[in-house]
Structures are given as structure tokens and as C-alpha cells.
């Protein structure tokens, strides 16, 4: 199985603020890789895949980047909305992973 | 896009239930899908993916034989078949449309809002 690791765990950032979070695979990926935002009580909400390909009506202040096993979501100019824990997942091969999750608080 | 998951609740180790996800506003049989699941305190976790025409399904090791999952084409529903349910099944499972007609390699696209199975006695 490929394993998911991101960095940090969590984070503290205020509005307005601009925020990486990063995501390491174990193995080589390509660019199959997508990012998830879920809030507490609220479906997940799919933002990126193909590793820095927006999912319709997301924001551009969301991007991503990185190929084969490194990886970075970047939000700018943070709104409270925005405040959530975020998710990297593969899908270059089955089992599907997901890294551990970065929650992202309000400082 | 709509998913709404149904059929969830309490059951008690060993048990059977059956969770559906009606799915609305795209061609059902055009996309993939896949139920996710997340335990309490915990993070998301895939469970299970089938292609949106061949039927072909994909399971995670922890459920492979006793969760199974199929559609229903004609009524634009999703089915998670559930047995030998077991404590470490407990979470809020998640509907999800892919992103296309194929589940070799799947991109989450829209999720539903979660229904919630507890396994206790």
C-alpha cells in the first residue's frame, strides 16, 4: 500500500494569512494525487486532483503542485471559511490512501 | 449534484445492514463511485469503488468479503451491502461520485452529507 504522510499535523494561521501544507508518498505517484477539504459535520468537499487541477467552482485562491511523491496545497489570503482540516489522497493504485489530515485553526 | 445516503444506525456486532446513496442532477451511469468512511477521531478512509457501466468493484483489504457494493443504473442508486459487522466498522460512511466513467484510478468529484453506522452491542 502506498502511505500518505503530511505535514504539519496541524496549523495555526490568522485571516489574510497564506498557508502550505505538504504531502510525501511513499512511492512514486505521478501527478495522481488530489486534495479533500472536510469540515466538522459537512460532506467532504473534493478542491484539487491530478495534483494542481481545480475541481469545478473551487476558488483559484486554492493551488497545488508537486509530481511523483512530493506534494503542496496552497491557500492564500485565508478566510474563516477556509478553516478545516485537509486531506491528500492518491489514486495511482487501489488501496485508495489518505494522508492523516492537516487541521488548519483559526490563530 | 446530489447524494443522499440512507439506511444507516445501530446494529449489533455480527449484524447486516444495507446503505443506500440516491444520487440526482448527472448521468448516474456515466461516473464511477465509491463509499469513504470516517471512524470517530479519525481520518478519511476509502472503502469500496465500482465503474459506472462494467459494474467493476474494488475493496479495501479490512472489508473485502463482507461489505459489497453495486448500483443500481435504472434508479440512479448506490448500494453498500454490510455483514459481519464488526465494532471497527463504527464511522460516518460517505457517498462520492468520481470524476469519470472508469474506477481504475478514482478522483473523488462530489460527496454526500454521511450516514452514520454504529456497531455495539
Known sequence: ????????????????????????????????????QHKPGK?????????SHLHS???SKFSGSGSGTDFTLTI???QPEDFATYYCQQYYSYPLTFGQGTRLEIK | VQLLESGGGLVQPG???????????FTFNN??????????GKGLEWVTSISG?????YYADSVKGRLTISRDNSQNILYLQMNSL???????????????????WFEFDYWGQGILVTVAT
Open chain 2, 53 to 57: 457501466r462494467s459494474g467493476h468493484t
Open chain 2, 15 to 25: 449484524g447486516s445492514l444495507r446503505l443506500s446513496c440516491a444520487a440526482s442532477g
Open chain 1, 57 to 59: 467552482g473551487v476558488p
Open chain 2, 86 to 104: 464488526r465494532a471497527e466498522d463504527t464511522a460516518m460512511y460517505y457517498c462520492a461520485k468520481g470524476l469519470g466513467v472508469g474506477a481504475t
Open chain 2, 31 to 40: 461516473f464511477a463511485m465509491a463509499w469513504a468512511r470516517q471512524a470517530p
Open chain 1, 1 to 36: 500500500d502506498i502511505q500518505m504522510t503530511q505535514s504539519p499535523a496541524s496549523l495555526s494561521a490568522s485571516v489574510g494569512d497564506r498557508v502550505t501544507i505538504t504531502c510525501r508518498a511513499s512511492q512514486g505517484i505521478s501527478n495522481y494525487l488530489a486534495w479533500i
Open chain 1, 76 to 78: 492564500s489570503s485565508l
Open chain 1, 43 to 51: 460532506a467532504p468537499k473534493s478542491l484539487i486532483y491530478a495534483a
